[in-house]
């Protein structure tokens, strides 16, 4: 018999993080401190800096930037994680300038872990033991948001505007 998810066993499936619509108003953060994407995201520091709105567009409650894997929170995001006790992010306050509806946006940072991600075939695996617990958590190779259980069903529920979730494409076993 192979591996197991764990949304076979009869539970909640863990979850991913993204945006509806890359069509909807970004910021642009154009300096992360030479670093990689993925290190800010998973807590870096950035230096202090004015991000920039696109002036016109859609404004959701997540918010693309033009970097793949950093998005922007903005208040009724940060409200509902907080609301709901939800582990596992940091949301670094950003001076936005450029669109007064987004303005109030803070980086989202995530502090969860879990091991690699493994790809036998096709297939892609992530080894359960790995994970540490929290609600939000990245993987050790690669900068997609995951959502827990629990974190899957409270941002499903809050129904955000541009916020994708979705069930992980990846196989907890």
């Not at 192979?2 to 909640?12: F, H, K």
């Not at 670094?92 to 669109?99: A, D, F, M, S, W």
């Not at 993987?139 to 069903?153: F, M, Q």
Request: hydrophobic residues 40%.
């Amino acid at each position: 018999m192979g591996p197991m998810s764990i949304s076979s066993q009869g539970q909640e499936p863990f979850g991913e993080l993204g945006l509806r619509s890359h069509e909807w108003a970004r910021v642009r953060i154009s300096d992360i401190g030479g670093q990689s994407e993925y290190a800010v995201l998973a807590g870096a520091t950035v230096p202090d800096q004015v991000a920039v709105a696109d002036a016109r567009g859609r404004v959701g409650d997540l918010i693309g930037t033009y970097w793949a894997s950093l998005l922007i929170a903005g208040p009724r995001f940060i409200d509902v994680v907080t609301d709901a006790g939800l582990t596992g992010c940091v949301f670094v306050p950003l001076q936005i300038t450029g669109n007064p509806l987004i303005q109030d946006g803070a980086l989202l940072q995530v502090s969860g872990r879990c091991g690699p991600i493994e790809t036998p075939g096709l297939d892609q695996l992530i080894q359960l033991d790995t994970w540490d617990g929290k609600d939000f958590f990245i993987a050790e190779n690669n900068g997609r948001v995951r959502l827990s259980p629990r974190a899957l069903t409270v941002l499903r529920k809050a129904r955000l505007r541009n916020v994708l979730v979705e069930p992980a494409r990846v196989e907890f076993i």
